[in-house]
């Protein structure tokens, strides 16, 4: 059973480009939850999305970033126009239930550098 | 925003040692989840506890859930080279649609 994985693992962009970061979650899992993490520091929640439908999207920024995950296909998170404060570890999570119970599992992150 | 404090941020060990680390919050948790992260990957999970009171072990780790419901602690007994990695706990809030709320970590290093 393959674990949650994240494609591209580095991501290199100028200023003003667009980054898209995609996550496929493991086998069986319809959760998937984004984070972000700055160096020296913990992971913080942007947003939680299940098959089709933005559950919860109170961490995400109001402007630029967005996130889907489609009926058929990897959740994407994408940000326009990037700027250098974007440069940060991205992190996906997906957990095959939700509530009390809600044991989430990372990928390898994708590690997104702005120039 | 909620914030959960990590405490020790970092510290050394020697092979063999025990140590312990712990996480405080102001807000009441109903999951505590600790994690192991090393350089360049996504954060391991470790143990989940659900329970007030509950004691979790994972072979040489051991988690408890305070009673309180507000602080969680984490002892690895034995320790060995690698053991070293930075060490998150994360919890849930009761009112939360599931998203994790995580300390800022507790570094391990080996001694010089």
């Known amino acids: 059973n393959a674990g949650v994985m994240q494609n591209p693992r580095h991501l290199v962009r100028r200023r003003g480009q667009e980054a898209r970061l995609r996550c496929s979650p493991m086998?069986?899992?319809?959760?998937v939850y984004w984070y972000r993490q700055l160096p020296e520091e913990g992971l913080k929640f942007m947003v939680y999305?299940?098959?089709?439908?933005?559950?919860?999207e109170s961490g995400m920024p109001k402007e630029r970033f967005s996130a889907e995950f489609p009926k058929e296909g990897p959740s994407i998170l994408r940000i326009q126009q990037v700027v250098r404060g974007d440069s940060a570890a991205y992190f996906c999570?997906?957990?095959?239930?939700?509530?009390?119970?809600?044991?989430?599992?990372f990928g390898p992150g994708t590690r997104l550098t702005v120039l | 925003g909620q914030q959960l404090n990590q405490s020790p941020q970092s510290m050394f060990i020697q092979e063999g040692e025990d140590v312990s680390m712990n996480c405080t919050s102001s807000?009441?948790?109903?999951?505590w989840l600790w994690y192991k992260q090393d350089p360049g990957e996504g954060p391991v999970l470790l143990i989940a506890?659900?329970?007030?009171?509950e004691l979790t072990s994972n072979g040489r780790l051991t988690a408890q859930f305070g009673i309180t419901r507000k602080d969680s602690f984490l002892n690895i007994s034995a320790s060995i080279p690698s053991d070293v990695g930075i060490y998150f706990c994360?919890?849930?809030?009761?009112?939360?649609?599931?998203?994790?709320?995580f300390g800022k970590g507790t570094k391990l290093s080996v001694k010089p």
């Open positions: 999570a997906s957990s095959p239930l939700t509530g009390r119970y809600n044991e989430q599992f």
């Open positions: 086998k069986g899992h319809s959760h």
């Open positions: 999305l299940q098959k089709e439908n933005i559950i919860d």
């Open positions: 807000s009441i948790f109903n999951t």
């Open positions: 506890l659900y329970k007030a009171g």
């Open positions: 994360a919890g849930q809030t009761r009112g939360s649609q599931g998203n994790l709320i």
